[in-house]
């Protein structure tokens, strides 16, 4: 499968922001699907993750209550809303889509990977 990561740009403290992810190959419902982000010098950190018919919805702790993904089957798009945005929320962010359902938390857990989109939130 092949994702493409849009949406994202310059924004300010408090704005709201929806990233999109566009997937296009194999049949969109055979994956689970995660938003991952990756800010400059740290580590690739989980999002948040949906089953392949939204049923089963993670959110890391940086997205508890802040953060909204969801899924259309019938479009094969990804989404991440994205409420009350801070500084801290800068960084790139990665749509992805695994095959398995084991470790979803962890990026080793996908096997497909968006090219990014950058999210700039300023104060």
């Known amino acids: 499968v092949q994702l493409q990561a849009s949406g994202g740009g310059l924004v300010q403290a408090g704005d709201s922001l929806r990233l999109f992810c566009a997937a296009s190959g194999r049949t969109f419902t055979a994956y689970i699907m995660g938003w991952f982000r990756q800010a400059p010098g740290k580590e690739r950190e989980f999002v948040a993750a949906?089953?392949?018919?939204?049923?089963?919805?993670y959110y890391g702790e940086s997205a508890k209550g802040q953060f909204t993904i969801s899924r259309d089957n019938a479009k094969n798009m990804l989404y991440l809303q994205m409420n009350s945005l801070t500084p801290e929320d800068t960084a790139v962010y990665y749509c992805a889509a695994a095959t398995g359902s084991i470790g979803i938390r962890l990026p080793s857990a996908y096997n497909y990977w968006g090219q990014g989109t950058l999210v700039t939130v300023s104060s």
């Open positions: 949906i089953g392949p018919y939204s049923g089963i919805r």
